[in-house]
């Protein structure tokens, strides 16, 4: 059996695929229904369905390149039910100006349903921008 930690840095991953392929709607079965995302720029989107549109806005941006998460600390609640991952991210943009980098630290919220690790909730703050 897959220790929950595990499972929850696994599941990260593959989202970081996904985004790499621009592939936003397969991004819809790692959120929970009512997730919320505030953004690097602080803006909050509610919902797991605006959180794809988001991302498929995103990837619509012949500049954008990707988004990657990288999970640092992930702590399980007692009861098994929800855990908190701590990480850093990163996001590139190429256009015609160059290249774009933004980075920063997050938090994310998992929720065990169904036996599955699910998105609650994710905390973006961006601490550097480089053009």
Not at 30 to 45: E, K, P, Q, R
């Amino acid at each position: 059996m897959t220790a929950p930690a595990d499972a929850i840095r696994a599941r990260r991953k593959l989202t970081n695929r996904l985004i790499a392929a621009h592939d936003a709607a397969r991004l819809r079965p790692f959120l929970f229904a009512d997730a919320t995302m505030i953004t690097g720029d602080g803006s909050l989107i509610v919902g797991a369905e605006a959180i794809v549109q988001a991302f498929a806005g995103q990837f619509a941006d012949p500049a954008f390149v990707h988004y990657v998460r990288t999970s640092g600390e992930v702590e399980i609640d007692q009861a098994g039910a929800r855990a908190a991952e701590q990480g850093r991210w990163t996001a590139l943009w190429r256009g015609p100006g160059g290249e774009t980098a933004m980075a920063g630290t997050y938090l994310a919220v998992w929720r065990k349903v169904s036996g599955q690790w699910v998105i609650e909730s994710e905390l973006y703050v961006t601490l550097a921008e480089a053009r």
